[in-house]
């Protein structure tokens, strides 16, 4: 039996709570080295795929955009009510609330921007550089796709607490107004 050093272990519990908590990223990152082994190791010559990649810049405009407008209503939303003063007692400029708003909507716009430019010019690259492409595009568009899955958990996670504590403080009043019509 093997006996790991106090830093590898450290290393290994935090790659296995990345791998688990950023499984959007994982399974990306699986799903292009799956591609770029399958296409990289192939004779075939890569087919074009202009309307893919068109398909993928709408994909990543509308990812993108909605991220941005999805972060916007929570920071909205944690302004309103006594779920936001309690966040924002934790994260005062709302930076890690917005984080993962903030990264799908840059991997929505990145995504769109690789789809244009490899759409124009799918034709011009060497099999090799076309292949990493082509795989980094099925990336962002897998992440993307989970990317917004996870969105939807953080906001719906969100709704549901701030949900809880208006519930928690209607039920104190409702307590507070049942004590003080008691005590007449």
């Not at 759409?119 to 568009?141: Q, W």
Request: charged share 20%; glycine share 6%; with cysteine.
């Amino acid at each position: 039996m093997t006996v790991m050093k106090p830093h590898r272990r450290s290393v290994m519990r935090w790659l296995g709570t990345f791998l688990l908590q950023e499984w959007d990223t994982t399974l990306s990152i699986i799903a292009a080295a799956i591609f770029w082994v399958a296409v990289g190791t192939s004779s075939r010559p890569l087919e074009p795929a202009q309307s893919l990649f068109v398909a993928a810049a709408t994909m990543g405009v509308t990812i993108g955009a909605g991220a941005f407008v999805a972060g916007r209503w929570v920071s909205d939303r944690l302004s309103k009510d006594e779920y936001g003063a309690l966040i924002v007692a934790f994260d005062p400029d709302e930076s890690q609330t917005q984080r993962p708003y903030v990264i799908m909507a840059l991997a929505g716009f990145i995504t769109a921007l690789l789809g244009i430019l490899l759409a124009i010019t799918v034709d011009e690259f060497p099999r090799l550089l076309a292949t990493a492409l082509y795989g980094l595009e099925f990336a962002l568009i897998i992440y993307c796709v989970l990317g917004s899955m996870s969105l939807v958990i953080i906001s719906r996670r969100h709704q549901r607490r701030a949900a809880i504590l208006r519930a928690m403080k209607e039920e104190a009043a409702r307590e507070r107004r049942r004590r003080d019509g008691n005590a007449d």
